[in-house]
């Protein structure tokens, strides 16, 4: 038998749930042990730590996944050290690709982040308004450190050399083996490719009008609707009913999860490849479908944070918002 595939995980910021998508492979992971070897596997799996990582041989780790983004120092040595061990690096769910959710903290200050978090909030008792410090002396002999804060999220490929990307928030588990089975096989793309099944949600949404025979021609969007608002119909395009959808330029490697639940694609699985700035490209998707001012209005005012809206997973990735 050939020599395993020696793979490792870390997590950087995120909530590991990408790296459950792995483990929801069940069984499936069990065959793929079979061909891969899990070295190492932190910190949300296995008790190492991260000199462990450190004292490893350069290129000992065949495939690295990381997952989560880029916002404190820790994190920026992590990656770097990971890229030193691995031969190849995969970008490990939407965070680590384009910065995720958590990308949004860069459309305020630090000081706005603290002050919500440890200040202004309800359930916060903090009345010396004292934040987290990098150092701290307790009893005049414990020196206790806590990772620095940087002022943006970034994403993986912004501090080291990606090889692959995977979108999703979290991957599908499917896509999960899928990608796994490509890795085993050595049936990989391109570098610097997605590893992606190279379709849109669109394409893999059953409501879509060329999969029920109906009507194909250009359908423009005369209201504005949130779901909130009331029930979609589960038969019907959510775009040609007015809720807001991302599935024309997102990649379906989710098999349309959100939209199976009646639920409009928000972009999580990354760009349909060739884009490079995915709000952008959303931004310009809708406002070209919108049939006309009244309708754009009604957008505008259903979301009146249209940056948040449209880089809701991608803002860290965007080349518009460093234009800006």
Not at 161 to 189: E, K, M, N, R, T
Not at 282 to 292: C, F, P, V
Request: aromatic share 6%.
């Amino acid at each position: 038998m050939a020599d395993k595939i020696k793979v490792g995980f870390l997590l950087l910021g995120g909530c590991a749930g990408c790296e459950m998508s792995v483990v929801d492979l069940s069984e499936k992971l069990v065959d793929a042990l079979e061909h891969i070897e899990i070295v190492f596997w932190a910190p949300t799996v296995a008790d190492v730590k991260y000199n462990d990582l450190e004292s490893m041989e350069d290129k000992t780790i065949d495939v690295a996944f990381i997952d989560g983004m880029v916002r404190l120092d820790e994190h920026i040595h992590m990656a770097k050290v990971m890229r030193k061990k691995a031969k190849t690096l995969i970008a490990f769910g939407v965070c680590a690709a384009l910065g995720g959710t958590a990308g949004l903290g860069s459309l305020h200050t630090k000081e706005d982040l603290f002050q919500k978090a440890f200040k202004n909030t309800p359930t916060t008792d903090n009345p010396d308004g004292i934040y987290p410090q990098p150092s701290c002396l307790v009893d005049g002999k414990y020196d206790l450190t806590l990772p620095a804060y940087e002022d943006k999220v970034r994403t993986l490929n912004q501090i080291v050399d990606v090889d692959y990307y995977i979108g999703g928030c979290p991957p599908h588990h499917s896509h999960v083996g899928a990608a796994i089975g490509a890795l085993v096989s050595g049936q990989l793309p391109a570098k610097g490719s997605w590893i992606t099944n190279g379709k849109a949600v669109c394409d893999v949404c059953t409501r879509n009008p060329a999969k029920q025979g109906g009507n194909l021609a250009r359908t423009m969007v005369d209201k504005v609707l949130r779901t909130v608002d009331g029930t979609p119909d589960a038969d019907t395009c959510l775009l040609q009913q007015g809720y807001i959808c991302f599935g024309p330029i997102t990649q379906g490697d989710c098999g349309g999860s959100c939209l199976n639940v009646n639920i409009p694609c928000r972009g999580c699985g990354g760009p349909i490849p060739g884009n490079e700035d995915y709000g952008a490209q959303a931004l310009s998707t809708i406002g070209s479908i919108l049939k006309d001012d009244t309708v754009t209005a009604q957008l505008m005012e259903k979301y009146p944070n249209l940056a948040k809206f449209f880089y809701r997973y991608a803002l860290p990735s965007g080349t518009l918002p460093k234009r800006m």
